[in-house]
């Protein structure tokens, strides 16, 4: 949910977040034409949650349309290089250059763009050592709760761990890395 919630405040909300046809906000007019208004306000957790899946495979999809027609120059949609009946070889050999061209040559400017965009974070402040911003703000609701949560068998430290799973996997995995 926070991370939800940080793509909406980084992507959708600030205006100047819409100034290229490469934005979200560009791909909600497409995906959404009619809700573009909700989703600049507060669109809500299943809204952002269905944007989130629909735009990730739209953008997926569409780099096995460049992929393909690349391949070969005949299809022109995806449709016409399903017809073809690519061999799983070629599908594999077209997935490696996807995974080249998309992933692996823009890994280190993306991480600079969730850094700077606070998506990622690094609290110890050693080398290699980033966590997602919604697990330190997690982990921090945990302190907060635990100090400030007051007496009784709701508030004890392992019931707030039982009613936040995420807190927990947090812990185990900086544990496992330290």
């Known amino acids: 949910m926070a991370s939800a919630d940080a793509i909406w405040r980084t992507f959708l909300q600030p205006i100047s977040a819409r100034d290229d046809n490469s934005a979200l906000m560009w791909d909600v007019g497409i995906l959404r034409p009619k809700e573009t208004g909700i989703y600049g306000s507060k669109p809500g957790f299943c809204r952002m949650h269905q944007l989130i899946t629909y735009n990730g495979i739209c953008r997926r999809l569409d780099c096995w349309r460049v992929a ?3 391949h070969n120059s005949v299809h022109l949609d995806l449709d016409a290089f399903a017809v073809s009946e690519p061999s799983f070889d070629d599908l594999k050999t077209m997935a490696d250059q996807l995974a080249c061209n998309y992933i692996a040559n823009h890994g280190l400017q993306r991480t600079r763009k969730a850094i700077r965009y606070h998506i990622l974070v690094n609290p110890t402040g050693k ?30 430290v392992d019931r707030i761990i039982l009613e936040s799973p995420l807190v927990q996997v947090y812990r185990n995995l900086h544990g496992a890395f330290e």
């Open 68 to 70: 393909a027609k690349k």
């Open 127 to 156: 080398k290699g050592k980033f966590r997602a911003v919604d697990w330190c703000i997690e982990l921090n609701n945990l302190f907060t709760k635990v100090i400030n949560g007051g007496k009784g068998s709701n508030r004890t």
